[in-house]
């Protein structure tokens, strides 16, 4: 029986290519249990309880790159969470541990690095956190998503892999999920995303626009489970029902549903997250990309603007996206075929279909 431990942050972002990686190991190999080790969000309990893994609790401060006096209390986390970390992994005792970054794998990394048990992470934005930046130099492998991340970590540990996601991601279907929100197809079908737990500026620039937005085009808008009720007032203060007018807000999208709106939609408004992009581009959809600008090391900036410099994806700053910008774009992406056709083109090649193949291998090999 071989033994894995998983570890990652609380969001989609890292919680579901972990998933995609664990799918591929139980297709190798039968004889594997695994323990994800996390923060305790709801998500990661849903997700996980999902998959039949075990959970464990880690805390964890937030390693923030500037002042504040939440820096000083998050400090004294960490050594409570390397001792829950090395009592867990001591009583679990895993051959190898995948790590998708985020604060609270450090601890989970140092008291593997301590215990001597070998370590494979996976860096899925352009330029890494600095989370990952101290588990890079504990691991034996580090799995890449960008060419570019190559300088930041020991050629000899990097295996380039790209984003996993789960296998079914572009196998949506279209007509289930128009059916579902009563949409029609003789509309374009606009899908919004700002990522699992939403995007509070997306919502309201998409809510400030909403009134010109119906006129266009079907809207299917995740919000966010958080900013769900908020997001359908401001769309109530513009003369829009949820539900009415081909509004469709969502709270979140479940992996079912995601593919299917992914099938569905026509354009893509979205957060640059590494998870995201990937998605899209594994069905090969023309987006419009607005990073999230607190995002540490600017990394959805940087994963927006590589797509960008390859005619992937449309992007706008987060401080640029009045109703004009935003209305002119989705516009020329709609009304150009060319353009629609360029973006989809070339948005594909950013998709990695054997990411999570070569990502579970890797951990397998460490595994013994």
Known sequence: MIRIALTGGGTGGHIFPLIAVVDKIREKNSSVEFLYLGSGADL?????????????????????????????????????????????????????????????????????????????????????????????????RIAISYPSTRKYFPESKILLTGNPVRDDIDKGDKEVFIKKFALTQSRPIILILGGSQGA????????????????????IHQTGADKYEQTIKMARNVGIKEGRDGYHPVPFLDISDMKNALSAADIIISRAGANSISEIAANGKPA?????????????????????????????????????????????????????????????????????????????????
Do not use: C
């Open 44 to 140: 990661e309990n849903k997700v996980m309880n999902e998959n039949s893994i075990n959970v464990k609790y880690i805390m964890s401060g937030k390693m923030r790159r500037y002042f504040s006096f939440l820096n000083f209390l998050d400090f004294l986390k960490l050594p409570i969470g390397l001792i829950q970390a090395l009592w867990h992994l001591f009583w679990y005792m895993p051959d190898v541990i995948f790590s998708k970054g985020g604060y609270v794998s450090v601890p989970v990394a140092f008291a593997a690095w301590l215990y001597m048990i070998p370590i494979l992470t996976h860096e899925s934005d352009a330029m890494p956190g600095l989370a990952n930046k101290i588990i890079g130099t504990m691991s034996q």
């Open 200 to 219: 509070q500026n997306v919502n309201v620039a998409i809510t400030n626009i909403l009134d010109d937005l119906v006129k266009i085009a079907q809207i």
């Open 288 to 368: 419009i990309l607005i990073p999230l600008s607190t995002a540490a090391n600017n990394h959805q900036g940087m994963n927006a603007y590589f797509l960008a410099e390859k005619a992937g994806a449309i992007v706008l700053e987060e401080s640029n996206i009045g109703r004009n910008m935003l209305i002119s774009n989705i516009e020329k992406i709609l009304n150009d075929n060319e353009l629609r056709e360029k973006l989809s083109k070339n948005i594909k090649e950013f998709y990695h279909a054997d990411a999570s193949e070569k990502i579970a291998q890797g951990v397998l090999d460490l595994a013994g």
